[in-house]
T-cell receptor
Framework: NAGVTQTPKFQVLKTGQSMTLQCAQDMNHNSMYWYRQDPGMGLRLIYYSASEGTTDKGEVPNGYNVSRLNKREFSLRLESAAPSQTSVYFC????????????FGPGTRLLVL | GQQVMQIPQYQHVQEGEDFTTYCNSSTTLSNIQWYKQRPGGHPVFLIQLVKSGEVKKQKRLTFQFGEAKKNSSLHITATQTTDVGTYFCAGPVWIQGAQKLVFGQGTRLTINP
């Protein structure tokens, strides 16, 4: 089992460009999450999907959209990238929402110029 | 505001010294989870504590959950260079009518060999 996979690993964007970060898990988990990690800020929840077919905003959703494509896949889209979105993005999954152990992907390092 | 606080933010020790990080919540938590993130890596689940006053050990790591279930600590005895990384606590917090796993800001541990 690969666990949680993310693509791409690295990305450089110009301000205003759009891109989609992909995440997939093979653990048959119901819940999936997108976090961003900035120095000194810990992990901040952007969006989450408690179960297939549902998505909800987290702590910092502005500037992002998500799609829970199926049970395995949860994508994060930046419609018009801004330098403030330069960060490391982690996708995570858990068997059940909210209180369950989360398993993280390797992360995507995004630089917006 | 931040509902799960961790201190200290940084800790530098000599190899062989002990290390402790503390986690405090403004509300009672049903459980507390601890994660470790190696430099350049992704968060990896270490342990979950559920019961009031619970103490769990993993080799040189000792985890405690406070009696009031509002605080927790991670203590590492006789640190080794393999302990380097950032340690996060996380707990489920009610935010806008939904329970979400909120991470502390993390304690970054560096070790002088």
């Amino acid at each position: 089992n690969a666990g949680v996979t993310q693509t791409p690993k690295f990305q450089v964007l110009k301000t205003g460009q759009s891109m989609t970060l992909q995440c997939a898990q093979d653990m048959n988990h119901n819940s999936m999450y997108w976090y961003r990690q900035d120095p000194g800020m810990g992990l901040r929840l952007i969006y989450y999907s408690a179960s297939e077919g549902t998505t909800d905003k987290g702590e910092v959703p502005n500037g992002y959209n998500v799609s829970r494509l199926n049970k395995r896949e949860f994508s994060l889209r930046l419609e018009s990238a801004a330098p403030s979105q330069t960060s490391v993005y982690f996708c995570a999954s858990s068997e059940l929402p909210y209180q369950e152990t989360q398993y993280f992907g390797p992360g995507t390092r995004l630089l917006v110029l | 505001g931040q509902q799960v606080m961790q201190i200290p933010q940084y800790q530098h020790v000599q190899e062989g010294e002990d290390f402790t990080t503390y986690c405090n919540s403004s509300t009672t938590l049903s459980n507390i989870q601890w994660y470790k993130q190696r430099p350049g890596g992704h968060p990896v689940f270490l342990i979950q504590l559920v019961k009031s006053g619970e103490v769990k050990k993993q080799k040189r790591l000792t985890f405690q959950f406070g009696e009031a279930k509002k605080n927790s600590s991670l203590h590492i005895t006789a640190t080794q260079t393999t302990d380097v990384g950032t340690y996060f606590c996380a707990g489920p917090v009610w935010i806008q009518g939904a329970q979400k796993l909120v991470f502390g800001q993390g304690t970054r541990l560096t070790i002088n060999p």
